[in-house]
């Protein structure tokens, strides 16, 4: 005599555990970004992926049973410790910029993010990735860069220039602009470059604005313009005009 258990829910659900594990396990070992699992208590590694010793320029069995400190990860060790009592409070943090050090020495930047709400055999790990943002800082130095010189020659030049809205409205002028023309930056700003043109000149001007915009060309030389400073003198400028585009084309200034 015998007896049957359908034993079929579960073994479906060991199955969806299996697929589940080599999933997690696939994205885990092929994700661009460095991944690693700590206990919360110690800082110890559990495991890491092959991105972080890619990045780190260490093995697998040099990291694990060690913790970022023994490694000396962190260039400074603050955060590390602030990453820590954040964790303990909120749980997770999100894309916070750090600097790590490489086994060689070498140091980057890295956008680092983290959740300690993962619990493995009773205790809490934290599971955190990070990834490589140097090259990007750097770009984004060059940028801030190259705008603070272009700011410089832009308010030192000899001749005076303007910026623009796509309806007219002035969004700044240099010196050179408020020297000759009288005025102070925080006077003009806002209002109508055509409130600046000589009455019988200005709807000449609107329409030829107009014509500029739709033409879609970048640099314009223009026409002569009569303009009037603030003491009611009259000023003949040549203008010549550069159109800045967004991405989807849309004119900006």
């Given at each position: 005599?015998?007896?049957?258990?359908?034993?079929?829910?579960q073994?479906?659900?060991?199955?969806?555990?299996?697929?589940?594990?080599?999933?997690?396990?696939?994205?885990?070992?092929?994700?661009?970004?460095?991944?690693?699992?700590?206990?919360?208590?110690?800082?110890?590694?559990?495991?890491?992926?092959?991105?972080?010793?890619?990045?780190?320029?260490?093995?697998?069995?040099?990291?694990i049973?060690?913790?970022?400190?023994?490694?000396?990860?962190?260039?400074?060790?603050?955060?590390?410790?602030?990453?820590?009592?954040?964790?303990?409070?909120?749980r997770?943090?999100?894309?916070?910029?750090?600097?790590?050090?490489?086994?060689?020495?070498?140091?980057?930047?890295?956008?680092?993010?983290?959740?300690?709400?993962?619990?493995?055999?009773?205790?809490?790990?934290?599971?955190?990735?990070m990834?490589?943002?140097?090259?990007?800082?750097?770009?984004?130095?060059?940028?801030?860069?190259?705008?603070?010189n272009?700011?410089?020659?832009?308010?030192?030049?000899?001749?005076?220039?303007?910026?623009?809205?796509?309806?007219?409205?002035?969004?700044?002028?240099?010196?050179?602009?408020?020297?000759?023309?009288?005025?102070?930056?925080?006077?003009v700003?806002?209002?109508?470059i055509?409130?600046?043109?000589?009455?019988?000149?200005?709807?000449?001007?609107?329409?030829?604005?107009?014509?500029?915009?739709?033409?879609?060309?970048?640099?314009?030389?223009?026409?002569?313009?009569?303009?009037?400073?603030?003491?009611?003198?009259?000023?003949?400028?040549?203008?010549?005009?550069?159109?800045v585009?967004?991405?989807?084309?849309?004119?900006?200034?």
């Open positions: 005599e015998g007896s049957l258990v359908d034993i079929t829910q073994t479906q659900l060991e199955n969806t555990l299996r697929e589940s594990e080599k999933r997690f396990l696939l994205a885990f070992n092929t994700s661009p970004y460095a991944i690693s699992i700590n206990r919360l208590s110690d800082g110890i590694f559990v495991d890491v992926n092959d991105a972080f010793t890619r990045y780190f320029g260490l093995t697998r069995d040099e990291v049973g060690l913790s970022s400190n023994d490694l000396n990860l962190w260039v400074e060790p603050a955060d590390r410790e602030q990453v820590y009592k954040d964790l303990y409070i909120s997770k943090i999100f894309s916070r910029d750090f600097l790590f050090r490489r086994k060689n020495g070498e140091t980057f930047h890295g956008l680092f993010s983290a959740d300690s709400t993962i619990i493995f055999n009773g205790e809490r790990h934290i599971f955190t990735s990834i490589d943002v140097t090259k990007w800082k750097e770009a984004e130095q060059i940028i801030k860069e190259s705008e603070s272009f700011r410089w020659l832009y308010e030192n030049a000899p001749v005076p220039y303007h910026i623009l809205s796509p309806k007219g409205r002035i969004k700044d002028v240099n010196q050179r602009w408020c020297e000759v023309l009288g005025y102070t930056k925080e006077e700003i806002g209002r109508f055509f409130d600046f043109i000589l009455d019988e000149e200005r709807e000449v001007t609107k329409k030829s604005f107009s014509e500029k915009k739709a033409s879609k060309q970048k640099y314009i030389e223009g026409s002569e313009r009569r303009y009037v400073t603030r003491d009611g003198s009259i000023r003949l400028f040549k203008t010549f005009d550069y159109v585009y967004d991405s989807s084309g849309q004119i900006t200034s």
